[in-house]
């Protein structure tokens, strides 16, 4: 009995400087978020009066928030489905194409893995200019007229879904690229001796032991879509007339901008659902799609 106490006890010392840091900078905010979000808080974030669920009725009648979600779910809509696909098919060409350039492209797939956000604002804002840049220099050569690209109300939020692909094939590329060489190579050997072509081994073979591989980055790319911040505060600033305004960039307009802290925990904690629910989903459908060797 003594010997089990001191071994709980050294494995408690040992746990406790992560848990410490857990408690301090995840567990407190998060329940503090919870708390704030039914306050009235004043500029410096302090809770002056208790204001219930007022809160979230008044963002629900919000038509800047309610467009804020519609842009968020359009937003997750145009980049995931892109990203994993592209991804997926860079990905099966690579693993097919041996040698020396798979090891090549391998390389130029994923380098904008080290670009930062920063540097890839930069670099699209050029492209998009108005007048002088790349894309419009081709459209105008062709006969056509130039794209607002990010001022456009019509077309800013695919432009910011553009770079959000082409920032986040890298990793996703990466994560299935992996899964693909992690499949049993009998699988394809028995496909080769029967004759079985590229696209009967893609669908039969390759899609089906990938699943984890493929669920697990459609799961990052949808979390990471509604917790999109910096590309669009670097191109956009959620304009033009709020159409790239996403849930989290409003957070942080209506906290730091603002400087209604119960209401931007509000939002705050309808986004911490709006994850937690999808993840679960997810996990569920995990469970009943997903094929392991």
């Known amino acids: 009995m003594l010997e089990r106490f001191r071994t709980n006890v050294g494995k408690i010392i040992y746990i406790l400087p992560a848990l410490i840091l857990f408690i301090i900078f995840v567990f407190y905010p998060l329940i503090m978020t919870f708390v704030q ?8 974030g302090q809770m002056l009066r208790f204001n ?5 009725i008044n963002l629900f009648k919000n038509p800047i928030y309610k467009q804020s979600i519609r842009n ?11 990203t994993v696909g592209i991804a ?9 194409k041996q040698g020396k350039s798979s090891k090549f492209f391998s390389t130029i797939f994923s380098s ?8 890839a604002a930069l670099f699209w804002s050029v492209i998009f200019h108005p007048s002088m840049g790349f894309l419009n220099k081709v459209i105008t050569s062709l006969g056509g007229s130039s794209v607002g690209w990010l001022t456009d109300t019509n077309w800013a939020l695919i432009s910011v879904s553009m770079v959000t692909i082409w920032m986040s094939i890298g990793f996703s590329f990466i994560i299935l690229l992996g899964g693909i060489r992690n499949i049993d190579r009998s699988y394809y050997e028995s496909a080769y001796i029967t004759g079985a072509g590229f696209w009967y081994r893609t669908r039969k073979i390759t899609i089906p032991l990938l699943s984890p591989s493929i669920f697990f980055v459609i799961t990052t790319s949808i979390i990471g879509g509604f917790q ?5 505060d670097m191109l956009t600033r959620g304009g033009p007339i709020n159409a790239t305004n996403v849930m989290v960039y409003n957070i942080y307009k209506d906290a730091f901008v603002n400087f209604q802290y ?3 925990t509000a939002e705050g904690v309808i986004l911490f659902l709006i994850i937690l629910v999808i993840s679960r989903v997810q996990s569920r459908l995990t469970e009943r799609w997903v094929t392991y060797q």
């Open 37 to 44: 979000s039914f306050f009235v808080s004043n500029n410096l």
């Open 52 to 56: 219930g669920i007022q809160n979230y």
């Open 72 to 82: 968020t779910l359009l937003y997750v809509a145009i980049t995931v489905p892109f």
């Open 88 to 96: 997926l098919l860079m990905a099966i060409l690579v693993y097919e």
């Open 112 to 119: 904008t893995m080290g670009i930062s956000v920063a540097s």
């Open 228 to 232: 999109s911040f910096g590309i669009i």
């Open 262 to 264: 119960g209401y931007a």
